[in-house]
Every structure is written in structure tokens, then in C-alpha cells.
């Protein structure tokens, strides 16, 4: 049984952007992915565009997965986001807390993505698939491993049916944090997020914000490469492949990639694994 796969899309700003992604969605969708999920921008930032980026993603024939920000949201203004979204068919969102748009000093009216969880399931019952973050190596706003942990406990207790991972490089991380959750009780899949090297320079920066750790000997071997783009490259796919390997081997229960919007990477890393339907 090939393991499930499914990519995540951020929303295009520009009608080249919105007509890459729609032909980026047809490469992909020949791997016959569960879902594709789409971004939210700080406070609600991208969200006609959100809206727009799954609706097409829905025409083509896919399920869709919106990002949900707990930050900047009203109990009511997310009713209305929900209906709207089910009016389109969409079952499935990606709830999470979100990060502070810059100048802003309040969250909204929900903290915590558990409360926006338990909002979901208490208006809205089981109607959407519930999917929500995990931090191998522990959110970076968060100073203990432990309280993280309790964090992701709350959310699934709340009602969510699954997690995705913040994208990692350290395959024990997730078999720690996959092994630690379950003696908290947590009995959903925990999906590893897989990052290609797109760009290096710009992976290692989304690193360095987000407290990812990118093993010494990838960093000097891939700045060693200096601007030999062929062999960063075909570097980082056996990078990504081999950490792809381990966590299949280990019992991962799928695969999620974060595309940045290309497919050439994601696909062939997808046929080299075996994973998909058509890899």
C-alpha cells in the first residue's frame, strides 16, 4: 500500500501566479494526493486569496484544506468563513493559532488553536476534518518542551482528527514527539511535513526563524556548492529522500509537503519514494 501524500500551497498574489499554481495543481494531482491544503496570511491577510487558490483547487477536482488563523478572528467572522467554504463543497481545514501581524498587540478571540478546535466542533459537529499543527522540535514561541507538548495534547483533545508537522530535517525529533504524544494519550496520525531544498538559502532562513535545525554537515556541504545550483540540487533530494525513507520506514502514517508552489522537486522525490499513485 503506497503512503499517502499531500502538499500545501501558499495563495498566489498575481494572475501568473494563480495560473502557475493551477497547472502546479494538475502535476501534482497525478500523484493522486488526499488533500491539498492552502495558507492563510497573518490576520486573515490572504484570505479572499485563500478563498480563491481552493476554490480552484476544488474545480479541478481535489479536496482542499484552508488554513484557519485563530488570530485576528471572530467567532462570527469564522461561521462566516465555514459557511462559505462548505457552500464550496471544502470538508477539511487546517486550524491553527497563526502568527501576530506586525503593529498588532490582540489576538482575536480565540488564544489557543484548542479553542478554535472546540469552536469548529461545537457549532459545527463533525461536519470538517480537522487537521492541526505539531512541532518536533517545539514551537518557537515556546520556551518548554514540555508545555508544547500539553499544547498539542489540548488540540487533539479538542477534537482534532489529525496533525501535520512543522517541517524538520531530524527524524528522531518526530519519532520522539510522535512517541511522547501517544503517552499523553494522543491516538491520531501525526503526518511528518516534508520541506525540499527549493532554495537553500531561503529554507535555511525559514530554519532559523522557526527553531529548525539543519545538521551541520547539510549546511557546509551545501554552502560549499556556493552557486552550483545542479549539485545543491541533486544534494538536497537525496537529503530529503533519505529523511522521506526513514520516517516511512518507521511507521509515519503519510507524507506532507510544503511546495512552495513548484512541483519538480515534490515529484520527483514522490517517484523516487514510490509514494503516490502514478509515482
Not at 459557511?83 to 491553527?96: C, E, F, M, P, S
Amino acid at each position: 500500500m503506497s503512503t499517502a501524500v499531500s502538499f500545501e500551497f501558499f495563495p498566489p498574489n498575481t494572475p501568473v501566479g494563480v495560473d502557475k499554481l493551477k497547472t502546479v495543481v494538475q502535476e501534482l494531482g497525478a500523484l493522486a494526493p488526499q488533500y491539498f491544503s492552502v495558507t492563510y496570511g497573518a490576520g486573515g491577510a490572504t484570505r479572499d486569496k485563500t478563498l480563491g487558490a481552493v476554490m480552484d483547487i476544488a474545480a479541478a477536482g481535489f479536496e482542499a484544506a484552508p488554513h484557519l488563523s485563530c488570530v485576528g478572528s471572530t467567532r462570527l467572522g469564522l461561521a462566516e468563513i465555514l459557511t462559505t467554504y462548505k457552500a464550496q463543497n471544502i470538508h477539511r481545514v487546517v486550524a491553527l493559532r497563526g502568527d501576530l501581524p506586525s503593529g498588532t498587540a490582540t489576538a482575536g478571540e480565540f488564544r489557543y488553536a484548542s479553542e478554535l478546535v472546540s469552536f469548529i466542533r461545537e457549532t459545527q459537529g463533525q461536519d470538517w476534518h480537522i487537521e492541526v499543527a505539531a512541532y518536533p522540535e517545539v514551537h518557537p514561541q515556546q520556551r518548554y518542551a514540555a508545555k508544547d507538548l500539553q499544547h498539542f495534547a489540548d488540540k487533539m483533545r479538542a477534537g482534532a482528527d489529525g496533525a501535520i508537522t512543522q517541517f524538520f530535517f531530524n527524524a528522531d525529533a518526530y519519532f520522539h514527539f510522535v512517541d511522547e504524544a501517544r503517552r499523553l494519550g494522543v491516538t491520531q496520525p501525526i503526518v511528518p511535513g516534508i520541506m525540499p531544498f527549493h532554495n537553500y538559502g531561503r529554507i535555511a532562513q525559514f530554519a532559523q526563524r522557526d527553531g529548525i535545525e539543519i545538521p551541520r554537515w547539510v549546511q557546509m556541504k551545501m554552502e560549499g556548492f556556493m552557486d552550483d545550483a545542479a549539485s545543491i540540487r541533486a544534494f538536497g533530494l537525496d537529503v530529503v529522500a533519505r529523511l522521506c525513507e526513514r520516517l516511512i520506514a518507521g511507521g509515519a502514517p503519510g507524507l506532507h509537503f510544503y511546495t512552495l508552489n513548484q512541483s519538480a522537486l515534490t515529484l520527483e522525490l514522490c517517484r523516487r519514494l514510490g509514494v503516490g499513485s502514478k509515482a
